[in-house]
């Protein structure tokens, strides 16, 4: 399966994350915890979020390199598509001057209908996937004209809380501790798993995506299914 190496380096993470809460839960005890327990538990929101934007942008970066193995006339990419084939030509649209005004955006809009193979670039969202958001998540699929997909409002409330805390802990906004203090590791299990849930889920939309050519216009499909 072309997504087999990614789904197994996220599984290991995911498995390292699960070490380091047994360690967690074999010491933090049935009354107040101790300080050493309170720093992991902060830092445990450090180590899920790493998990899940690893996962997040290796799946993209995988998909967007099988694309590129196709070849394929941009003409003949389904229309969302061209958000991510004419970036470059998008880019240099929005940062030109005024008397390329025209030059640029007729650029874009002949390489839409273009017989041309652009290059692709599997990083173009690294920036973007800097902080995976529940909102990030979905604009990321709709930027490959995929539907949403269906999370849970309680779910979506983990994902945006896992950021803000990793956040909070890695650029020193809390201390570890004082995250640490506010979950035992029972509730961060739940949150681990309903985190690794939403990846799988993720893989699973982007694996038949490119097993099923979904990038190219139904009309052209023909010309890439290979005999």
């Known amino acids: 399966m072309p997504f087999s190496i990614i789904r197994a380096n996220s599984r290991e993470r995911f498995g390292e994350v699960f070490i380091n809460l047994a360690f967690i839960e ?16 902060g830092l445990f929101y450090v180590h899920l979020y790493s998990a899940l934007e690893k996962a997040i942008n290796e799946t993209i970066e995988q998909t967007i390199l099988l694309v590129k193995q196709d070849s394929v ?21 929005k940062h ?16 839409v209908i273009s017989d041309e193979v652009f290059e692709l670039s599997n990083t173009v969202f690294s920036e973007s996937l800097q902080n995976v958001w529940y909102k990030t998540i979905q604009d990321t699929l709709r930027s490959f004209g995929l539907e949403p997909i269906n999370i849970d409002p309680r779910v979506r409330l983990t994902i945006d809380e896992l950021v803000d ?29 309903e985190i690794q849930l939403v990846v799988e ?10 097993v099923n050519k ?14």
């Open 214 to 227: 979904k990038y190219i216009s139904r009309q052209y499909i023909n010309e890439y299914l290979r005999a």
């Open 73 to 93: 006339k941009n003409k003949h990419y389904d229309a969302a598509f061209n958000v991510i084939s004419l970036n470059s030509k998008m880019q240099s649209f």
């Open 26 to 41: 074999e010491n933090e005890g049935s009354r107040e915890s101790s300080v050493e327990i309170k720093i992991l538990r």
């Open 165 to 193: 805390k990793r956040n909070a802990v890695a650029h020193g906004r809390e201390t570890p501790v004082s995250v640490g203090e506010r979950h035992r590791s029972d509730t961060l299990r739940k949150k681990a798993q």
């Open 96 to 111: 030109c001057s005024n008397k390329n005004y025209f030059s640029k955006s007729t650029e874009v809009f002949e390489g």
């Open 201 to 210: 889920q993720f893989l699973s939309v982007f694996e038949d995506y490119v």
